[in-house]
């Protein structure tokens, strides 16, 4: 079959989006046949036909991209994207300040049948993959090779004294500070509520949790106390991450709390850790009994990691390629919105709470999940990512929304005073080089980020298709070639079998 388009005074050529989907790329229009074996449909142009590679991780500009670790890619699951169809509410009200109408195609692709005359068949698998990778097939994203899960063990696990304070959730008072020439205490009782804590890790290395749970040493300290490393000598010595359940020794607590969240088992999806077990552990030294969630464990860099080792010669912060952030929301909203469709919310995304590992990105922290119609249950957040009605009202769907569109700011841009100053806000777009640049970009983050939550979107298949929309756009405005796609609203034109031929002798 010819490249050349077949649309009657059109010029272009037809060009592969992926999945062996052709578009010209002058009219934006499929081909009224796209037969299996044309030489544009083959993926074997990773970098090819405008598609943009952003630098390395870690590097300002510049370099080679990481190499994979040997053999240790996790496959995609061809059940990984669910269907991205939304309905916009109907009450948004028009007089927002903030908000931003407008529709943005997405990419859609999936396997191609020999002889398909529709660019949107019905034989297409709701349950396809619209991304064979991070990126959405438009971007390279470098990949983060899975380390050797010992080289993260930390040999002197201690607590800064900057970094310690009261673990009661109404309370969060500085303790274990030091005062004069005396050191700061790593256990006692906060001065303030007189609640005890402690920053000296529970578990040692060699200790043996549950009778299966070998443990190798400390990964990093949180909310919850100690996070640890461990070898699952039941299953295939596979390794796991240990993470403290509850801030407490009362054992009845202690089982209210795992049979609470034991619902995140049932957890299945390709960019969330997955949680194996609920355990208990009797501490030798204090006599408490602790809980422990055991989680997958995930070798790589969290966002956070990733952007802070971006320098300029100068040394200042290199903020991340607009397009590599817009690739680590798709997938972020991905998983919210298979827990969403659970019923079930995040509540706490932001740059510490994901991973990307190799080319994959990856939810890592469970602890503030809750259920939508939970109206008991403590909230969690973070100043800067949380949307502010959440103290009012609860979290919801559009709250959760409002943590990725936080989080690609702070990726995309030097974001002074985001926990304070722009709190519930976005500087000025004319002070901020990648809005100036990128308009479709800061109406994206605009609208999600808007004070009323019904005027964002409605769910995060929705904002997905909008910033999978966004990541076209800037692609195109990069190579200068455009990068349409499917429209979701608007099938193949129609094609009346020519008059002529039926008529009279």
């Known amino acids: 079959m010819s490249t050349q388009c077949q649309r009657p005074a059109c010029e272009g050529s037809y060009e592969d989006m992926g999945g062996g989907e052709l578009y010209c790329d002058t009219c934006g229009l499929a081909p009224v046949v796209s037969p299996v074996g044309s030489p544009l449909s083959e993926r074997s142009r990773e970098l090819g036909d405008g598609m943009v590679g952003s630098p390395p991780t870690g590097i300002a500009g510049g370099g080679r991209a990481s190499g994979r670790g040997s053999g240790s890619s996790s496959a995609r699951s061809s059940s990984q994207a669910s269907s991205r169809a939304s309905s916009r509410s109907s009450s948004r009200s028009s007089t927002s300040r903030r908000s931003v109408s407008g529709r943005l195609s997405r990419s859609l692709s999936g396997g191609t049948a020999s002889h398909s005359v529709s660019v949107r068949s019905s034989a297409r698998s709701t349950n396809a993959s619209g991304r064979n990778r991070l990126g959405a097939g438009l971007v390279q994203v470098p990949d983060v090779p899975r380390p050797d899960p010992r080289t993260a063990v930390m040999e002197n696990p201690e607590v800064p004294e900057r970094k310690r304070f009261c673990s009661r959730s109404d309370c969060g008072a500085s303790v274990g500070r030091s005062r004069g020439d005396r050191p700061g205490r790593t256990e006692g009782f906060c001065t303030k509520c007189g609640h005890p804590y402690s920053f000296v890790p529970k578990l040692q290395a060699g200790d043996v949790v549950h009778g299966q749970y070998e443990v190798a040493g400390c990964l990093a300290h949180g909310g919850l106390g100690w996070v640890y490393l461990a070898v699952d000598r039941a299953v295939s010595d596979r390794w796991v991450v240990l993470k403290g359940l509850l801030d407490t020794g009362d054992q009845d607590a202690m089982a209210a709390a795992i049979s609470e969240r034991r619902f995140?088992?049932?957890?299945?999806?390709?960019?969330?850790?997955?949680?194996?077990?609920?355990?208990?552990?009797?501490?030798?030294?204090?006599?408490?009994?602790?809980?422990?969630?055991?989680?997958?464990?995930?070798?790589?860099?969290?966002?956070?990691?990733?952007?802070?080792?971006?320098?300029?010669?100068?040394?200042?912060?290199?903020?991340?390629?607009?397009?590599?952030?817009?690739?680590?929301?798709?997938?972020?909203?991905?998983?919210?919105?298979?827990?969403?469709?659970?019923?079930?919310?995040?509540?706490?995304?932001?740059?510490?709470?994901?991973?990307?590992?190799?080319?994959?990105?990856?939810?890592?922290?469970?602890?503030?999940?809750?259920?939508?119609?939970?109206?008991?249950?403590?909230?969690?957040?973070?100043?800067?990512?949380?949307?502010?009605?959440?103290?009012?009202?609860?979290?919801?769907?559009?709250?959760?929304?409002?943590?990725?569109?936080?989080?690609?700011?702070?990726?995309?841009?030097?974001?002074?005073?985001?926990?304070?100053?722009?709190?519930?806000?976005?500087?000025?777009?004319?002070?901020?080089?990648?809005?100036?640049?990128?308009?479709?970009?800061?109406?994206?983050?605009?609208?999600?980020?808007?004070?009323?939550?019904?005027?964002?979107?409605?769910?995060?298949?929705?904002?997905?298709?909008?910033?999978?929309?966004?990541?076209?756009?800037?692609?195109?405005?990069?190579?200068?070639?455009?990068?349409?796609?499917l429209s979701t609203l608007f099938g193949a034109e129609l094609r009346v079998t020519d008059t002529e031929l039926f008529a009279a002798p």
């Open 264 to 485: 995140l088992a049932e957890i299945e999806h390709s960019n969330i850790v997955r949680i194996y077990n609920f355990v208990e552990h009797l501490d030798q030294r204090t006599g408490s009994l602790d809980g422990y969630i055991v989680m997958e464990y995930v070798g790589g860099k969290a966002l956070k990691e990733i952007a802070n080792e971006r320098r300029t010669p100068a040394g200042k912060r290199d903020p991340l390629p607009v397009e590599q952030a817009c690739a680590f929301g798709i997938e972020a909203l991905e998983a919210l919105g298979h827990l969403h469709s659970r019923n079930l919310l995040y509540c706490d995304f932001k740059v510490d709470n994901a991973i990307q590992t190799e080319d994959q990105l990856k939810l890592i922290d469970m602890g503030a999940v809750r259920r939508m119609d939970d109206d008991e249950s403590a909230i969690y957040g973070t100043v800067g990512y949380q949307a502010p009605e959440v103290a009012e009202i609860g979290p919801s769907v559009a709250s959760d929304l409002y943590t990725v569109a936080r989080t690609l700011a702070v990726l995309t841009f030097d974001f002074q005073g985001y926990t304070n100053v722009f709190v519930d806000s976005l500087p000025d777009p004319d002070n901020i080089e990648v809005f100036r640049t990128y308009e479709s970009f800061y109406r994206l983050l605009v609208r999600a980020t808007d004070p009323d939550p019904a005027r964002r979107f409605a769910s995060a298949a929705e904002m997905a298709e909008q910033l999978t929309g966004v990541l076209r756009e800037v692609v195109s405005l990069q190579t200068g070639r455009p990068r349409p796609a």
